[in-house]
């Protein structure tokens, strides 16, 4: 860049930023999905006010896997599983199809989440809000300029969750001072749900959301490191802003003595809050969770697929869209097959210690990253985020034997 004038310098690096955050909320809302919420309302019931230390713990390893993950890919100009293809010939393949497969599965469930929304919102019946939602899906593969419209999306609805919670937040004024206090200072410490919101923020296809769009942006290369560290953290940070927001609403409504609905946690939480207008808003942020993590599911899953042959990568865009109809006709038709989900739960538990082990093993590898060193405080902080997520999926795998009783 030493011969382009200042003001070009300038351009670029806005945009590589605007880049770098629209990569940034990919990734944060593939996380918020229709999972994020419920989970996040149902241990907010269990655990009250210790949640806030739950919740900071899960932030500081959600950061360690995801730096570690983004900045290999980063440095190395490669998609995730062509980095454990070189680590290991073969593991690519089979880190593609155990995506592929998650994220199937949880599409499912994010499609039958935007039909929920809908019908919440405007009452329409639940199949006709899943063919609705998936066409927005879609439309957004059909621009000339995906890229762009895919970050575009993701930035706008997810500034509006988390504005749109902060209001019912707001409004059950919960007491802030005891969860800012629980949170370093908790009367109870709970492990699994730490392992269980670190998987379903950075586990499966989650961490590589953004990354991926990095390499399809061409955004790669030491001259751009501090950039990706600056936007790894800010994916994180930006999750976590909607996980505490949606805790503190969550935290007012039971903290003043209500229980939550059993068949639907957060939809109670925000009636309770604000009547009519709070299960209204709801039904937006469900939405918004849902529709956002279908684009980041199929975009993701299928950036996965786009080594294994030149179908894939000739046509990518038409296989996204055809994982959006795929995963829309499965809800249509059968609804949301248990068994599938069970076992796709089990194997995306699994995921994440293989991924990020495979990156850190990577960025020890000259042939991979060059003369890059990874700091060894990063390294050492991947290396536990890793020791956890192999129990979380040691914890995952027991969901397996539902499937044979």
């Known amino acids: 860049m030493a011969n382009i004038p200042a003001s070009n310098k300038t351009a670029l690096v806005k945009s590589n930023w605007n880049v770098l955050l629209g990569a940034a909320f990919l990734m944060a809302t593939s996380a918020i999905g229709p999972g994020?919420?419920?989970?996040?309302?149902?241990?907010?019931?269990?655990?009250?006010a210790n949640f806030a230390f739950i919740i900071m713990a899960s932030v500081v390893l959600d950061i360690g896997a995801q730096m570690n993950v983004w900045r290999v890919i980063a440095i190395s100009g490669m998609r995730g599983q062509d980095v454990a293809n070189k680590v290991l010939p073969g593991l690519g393949y089979f880190v593609a199809f155990l995506v592929a497969l998650g994220g199937l599965a949880f599409n499912i469930?994010?499609?039958?989440?935007?039909?929920?929304?809908?019908n919440v919102l405007l009452g329409i019946d639940p199949i006709m809000g899943a063919v609705i939602s998936a066409m927005i899906g879609i439309f957004i593969f059909l621009n000339k300029e995906m890229g762009k419209a895919m970050d575009t999306f993701a930035k706008a609805l997810g500034g509006v969750m988390i504005l749109l919670t902060l209001y019912v937040a707001i409004i059950t004024k919960p007491p802030v001072g005891e969860a800012f206090i629980r949170t370093f200072l908790p009367t109870e410490v709970a492990f699994l749900p730490i392992l269980t919101l670190l998987g379903g923020t950075v586990g499966g296809y989650i961490t590589f959301a953004g990354g991926h769009r990095l390499i399809d942006a061409g955004i790669t290369g030491m001259e751009n490191l501090k950039e990706v560290t600056k936007g790894s953290?800010?994916?994180?940070?930006?999750?976590?802003?909607?996980?505490?927001?949606?805790?503190?609403?969550?935290?007012?409504?039971?903290a003043a003595g209500h229980k939550l609905d059993p068949a639907n946690p957060p939809a109670s939480a925000f009636k309770i809050a604000a009547g009519d207008i709070g299960y209204k808003v709801f039904g937006i942020v469900l939405w918004s969770a849902a529709i956002t993590s279908v684009v980041g599911a199929a975009y993701t899953s299928v950036s996965f697929l786009r080594s294994l042959h030149k179908t894939f990568e000739n046509n990518y865009k038409w296989w996204i869209i055809a994982f959006i109809v795929a995963s829309t006709g499965i809800f249509v038709t059968i609804g949301?097959?248990?068994?599938?989900?069970?076992?796709?739960?089990?194997?995306?538990?699994?995921?994440?210690?293989?991924?990020?082990?495979?990156?850190?093993?990577?960025s020890k590898r000259k042939d991979i990253v060059g003369d890059y060193q990874q700091p060894t405080w990063l390294l050492l902080f991947g290396i536990f985020v890793v020791i956890f997520a192999i129990y979380a999926g040691g914890v995952s795998l027991q969901g397996m034997a539902a499937l044979f009783k």
Request: hydrophobic fraction near 60%.
């Open 36 to 48: 994020f919420i419920t989970q996040t309302a149902v241990f907010t019931e269990k655990y009250l």
């Open 233 to 254: 953290v800010t994916g994180i940070i930006i999750a976590s802003i909607m996980r505490i927001v949606l805790f503190l609403a969550v935290l007012g409504v039971v």
């Open 336 to 362: 949301r097959p248990v068994k599938l989900l069970i076992l796709a739960g089990a194997l995306n538990g699994l995921i994440l210690p293989i991924t990020l082990g495979t990156m850190l093993i990577a």
């Open 109 to 118: 469930g994010n499609i039958g989440g935007a039909s929920l929304g809908i």
